[in-house]
Nanobody
Framework: QVQLVESGGGLVQPGGSLRLSCVAS????????MSWYRQAQGKERELVAR????????NYADSVKGRFTISRDNAKNTVYLQMNSLNPEDTAVYYC?????????????WGQGTQVTVSS
């Protein structure tokens, strides 16, 4: 079965950095576009970054452009989110996502989430 396991969240001070990891299994990772979403308390879940399959063409939400970098290591079935210059508005649960076409439908798969808290 499809499994996505996030790690790397934690408590950091404003201006600090974190790197999130998502280890994937149960599907062909290398050809799959992968995404990071986040959901802050009381807010809608939002797309943070997406990377296309294989070598990867990234795109980002305007709010994180220039600060976050999404990357992938296909040999390790892992997608990363490097987060720099963090501010309190980045506080959220961060989720790894893959969308797959199965049984004639697009289905979204999600990891369990990892908490990122930015606070002094």
């Amino acid at each position: 079965q499809v499994q996505l396991v996030e790690s790397g969240g934690g408590l950091v001070q404003p201006g600090g950095s974190l790197r999130l990891s998502c280890v994937a299994s149960g599907f062909t990772f290398s050809s799959s576009a992968m995404s990071w979403y986040r959901q802050a308390q009381g807010k809608e879940r939002e797309l943070v970054a997406r990377i296309s399959g294989f070598g990867g063409s990234p795109n980002y939400a305007d709010s994180v452009k220039g600060r976050f970098t999404i990357s992938r290591d296909n040999a390790k079935n892992t997608v990363y989110l490097q987060m720099n210059s963090l501010n309190p508005e980045d506080t959220a649960v961060y989720y790894c996502n893959v969308r797959r076409f199965v049984d004639r439908r697009f289905v979204d798969y999600w990891g369990q989430g990892t908490q990122v808290t930015v606070s002094s």
